[in-house]
Every structure is written in C-alpha cells, then in structure tokens.
C-alpha cells in the first residue's frame, strides 16, 4: 500500500517554473514506477513523465520534452517534477501515481494522490 501526497503547486507567469514534489509512504516504494499526470478543467487526464524504480529511464509526453524533468529520490521516498518555461497550457492540477508494475503512459497506476495544482498566467 503507497499513499502519495503532492505539493509545489502554485501560480507563476509563463516563462518561469515550478518544482512539484510527491512524497510517498510505504517501505517498498523504491519498487514502484512513478508518474505525473494532469488534468485541466474539462479536458480528461493526461500522461505527463514517469520514471522507472530506479530512477534511470523517463519517459515524458511529447508536449512537455526538453521542459519537464522527473527524478526520485528512494532514501527520501520522494518524486519530483521540475517544470520550466511553462505555459498557460500547462495549467492544470497535476497528479502523482505508483505503479507496482511497470513505468510510462500505459502503465496501470493502482495509487493517486489528491492533486496540486499549477496555474499558469500569461
């Protein structure tokens, strides 16, 4: 059982950038595949990053490459999400998961957090 808990969410100007972090309870937490998702007001969610156990292979969707970054920290329990240049389409109230199984889009993500959410103005 992994409960996750989100934080960095906030307002910032188009340009700047944020670090989301989610931390994770649990013992085996260094075993699980971890991703970001998001969802903006009416749109379904979306695959953001993930980031294999540990920590060596990402995956990112297309729309966030070359300004995302995901990592994790296992002695810390912890996965990060550094956003830069971000845009008023990166709006949305963004989602960390676990995967007991695999890692990326198509993994199956038994546990969510509640969700931070990232503003931003243009």
């Known amino acids: 059982q992994v409960q996750l808990v ?3 969410g906030g307002l910032v100007q ?15 937490f260094r075993s699980y595949g971890m991703g970001w998702f998001r969802q903006a007001p009416g749109k379904e969610r979306e695959f953001v990053a993930a980031i294999n156990w540990s920590g060596i292979s990402t995956y990112y969707a297309d729309s966030v490459k070359g300004r995302f970054t ?6 810390k329990n912890m996965v990060y999400l550094q956003m ?4 008023p389409e990166d709006t ?8 007991d199984n695999d890692y990326g889009p198509s993994a199956s993500y038994g546990y969510w957090g509640q969700g931070t959410q990232v503003t931003v103005s243009s």
């Not at 830069?84 to 845009?87: F, G, H, P, Q």
Request: proline share 0%; glycine share 14%; hydrophobic share 35%.
């Open 6 to 8: 989100e934080s960095g």
């Open 14 to 28: 188009a340009g700047g950038s944020l670090r989301l972090s989610c931390g994770a309870s649990g013992r085996t």
């Open 70 to 75: 995901i990592s994790r920290d296992n002695a």
């Open 84 to 87: 830069n240049s971000l845009k």
């Open 92 to 99: 949305a109230v963004y989602f960390c998961a676990a995967s």
